[in-house]
């Protein structure tokens, strides 16, 4: 399988500050098509997963621009440019390179 | 409105069974890929198998935590999928989702989850 690993685990981050979140794969998550196959998801609390950014650097329909992704192989980063209040909650990466499908451990994102 | 509804979730005993629902609307659910993932009370989200579609022979796959004890189905007449549990154990308990496989593989539509607990 391969283990997806997010840091930190823990982010407060001031209204108006950048933010960057980490995840790393244990294989490379570069498909044979050029494409790397992690997906970004924010679960806003008391929420489902909502999908973010797509092949490491896409963003999804009607994501702010504020959000970025970024990375290759083994070694991603998500960025907020500027964090705004609604962007409070637990972040995920997820390969879908090969199954089973697994997902990092989280990093919460909250207002100082 | 595209959407995914679980429905089914309760309190069961270790052991027992329970058989979760997932109902699609806004989309060709035929053609979609489900995928199931659970997220225990304080945790993360884990992925616990999928069934793909029609076209693909309904071919399913799952975790290895939940082999032998899960089994996922489909009834493309009724737009829905279902998540079969059996000899459920404490650590099952979950808020468990069912989501679509969707464009580049993402898991692109979610449901809103429905809560599982299994205790005595």
């Known amino acids: 399988d391969i283990l997806m690993t997010q840091s930190p685990l823990s982010l407060p981050v001031s209204p108006g500050e950048p933010a960057s979140i980490s995840c790393r794969s244990t294989?490379?998550?570069?498909?044979?098509?050029?494409?790397?196959?992690l997906h970004w998801y924010l679960q806003k609390p008391g929420q489902s997963p909502q999908l973010l950014i797509y092949?490491?650097?896409n963003r999804a329909s009607g994501v702010p621009d504020r959000f970025s992704g970024s990375g290759s192989d083994t070694d991603f980063t998500l960025r907020i440019a500027r964090v705004e209040a609604e962007d409070v909650g637990l972040y995920y990466c997820m390969q879908a390179l090969q199954l089973p499908v697994t997902f990092g451990g989280g990093t919460k994102v909250e207002i100082k | 409105e595209v959407q995914l509804v679980e429905s089914g979730g309760g309190l069961v005993r270790p052991g027992g069974s329970l058989k979760v629902s997932c109902a699609a609307a806004g989309f060709t659910f035929r053609g979609a890929p489900i995928h199931w993932v659970r997220q225990a009370p304080g945790k993360g989200l884990e992925w616990l198998g999928r069934?793909?579609?029609?076209?693909?022979?309904?071919?399913?796959a799952y975790a290895a935590s939940v082999e032998g004890r899960f089994a996922i189905s489909r009834d493309d007449s009724e737009n829905k999928a279902y998540l079969q549990m059996n000899s459920l154990k404490s650590e099952d308990t979950a808020v468990y989702y069912c989501s679509r496989l969707g464009d580049h593989d993402t898991l692109d539509i979610w449901g809103r989850g429905t809560m599982v607990t299994v205790s005595s």
């Open positions: 069934i793909k579609r029609t076209g693909d022979g309904y071919v399913t």
């Open positions: 294989r490379s998550l570069l498909h044979s098509n050029g494409k790397n196959y």
């Open positions: 092949l490491a650097s």
